[in-house]
């Protein structure tokens, strides 16, 4: 980080009441924020947020906001990495109930499937049975047939 000292931290943090977390667009004076650049000896060139009454008026060491930029941006990545883990598990949540409802479907699907054959081999047993039957009671009256025309022929 550039020429960052104890002083210019503690310049940012001793504004306890003028104190946000990201880049600030309002002091809470109800005042537009601006952006600036630092002349000090401390930290030249260094891009800052101000409140612009406090700016205007060039106030010093009041409740108006400051916050230097660099950390601003750093509290906007902390809150764009705990926004990203927040998606990441909710992507999880629905990955877990998609999986959950797939299998869901697939096990309604199979039972639907099992029935399906089910009912069919039942309809073709019955239909074997049914044939069964006719071939067995053709098979007997043929055989009385026989025997019928064996005594008067014989």
Known sequence: MSN????????????????VSGVPSQCWCGVAVVEKISKSDFNPYR?????????????ENDNHVFKWVDE?????????????KKIEQTME?????????????????QMKLEKEIFERVEDAL??????????IIGG?????????????VG
């Open 4 to 19: 960052l000292t104890g002083d210019s931290t503690a310049a940012s943090s001793r504004r306890g009441r003028g104190r």
């Open 140 to 152: 007997v009256i043929g055989c009385m047939l026989m025997i019928g025309l064996v005594k008067l």
């Open 93 to 109: 949540k629905i990955d877990q109930g998609r999986e959950e409802f797939e299998k869901m479907m697939f096990e309604s699907v």
């Open 47 to 59: 891009r800052y947020y101000r409140c612009s009454y406090a700016a205007s008026h060039k106030l």
């Open 126 to 135: 019955l239909e074997s049975k049914a044939n069964m039957k006719k071939m």
């Open 72 to 84: 601003a941006f750093l509290n906007e990545i902390d809150k764009l990495g705990a926004q990203l």
